[in-house]
């Protein structure tokens, strides 16, 4: 499965799973803590700190949860800040608007 993951995409959870353990150590947390908390398995919680692809992204979500982190993944996608969905959305627009007939004076 990584084989086939662009490099940047392997970059980003490779950083990730680093911070996540940067988080966990400046909190004075085991792995073993971690894992109870978040409801995986400790070798889950390991492989969610070297940025494995396959982990479930609602561990990720648990994790930033009992790290006190917010809730990051809530603006990942949000359609306000997706400048390329919004450019393709405006070229989409029609020229003109017309009122349906049913609303056409006679």
Same mark, same amino acid.
């Given at each position: 499965?990584?084989?086939?993951?662009?490099? %940047?995409?392997?970059?980003?959870?490779?950083?990730?799973?680093?911070?996540?353990?940067?988080?966990?150590?400046?909190?004075?947390? =085991?792995?073993?803590?971690?894992?109870?908390?978040?409801?995986?398995?400790? =070798? =889950?919680?390991?492989?969610?700190?070297?940025?494995?692809?396959?982990?479930?992204?609602?561990?990720?979500?648990?994790?930033?949860?009992?790290?006190?982190?917010?809730?990051?993944?809530?603006?990942?996608?949000?359609?306000?800040?997706?400048? /390329?969905?919004?450019?393709?959305?405006?070229? %989409?627009?029609? /020229?003109?608007?017309? %009122?349906?007939?049913?609303?056409?004076?006679?």
């Amino acid at each position: 499965m990584s084989t086939i993951l662009p490099m %940047r995409v392997r970059k980003g959870l490779l950083k990730m799973g680093r911070d996540l353990s940067i988080a966990r150590k400046k909190r004075n947390l =085991t792995a073993s803590m971690m894992a109870e908390r978040i409801g995986v398995a400790e =070798t =889950t919680y390991y492989r969610m700190e070297k940025g494995d692809p396959k982990v479930a992204l609602g561990s990720y979500a648990m994790a930033f949860f009992v790290l006190g982190l917010g809730d990051p993944l809530s603006n990942i996608v949000d359609a306000s800040l997706d400048d /390329q969905g919004l450019l393709l959305e405006a070229e %989409r627009l029609p /020229q003109r608007v017309r %009122r349906p007939k049913s609303e056409r004076p006679l």
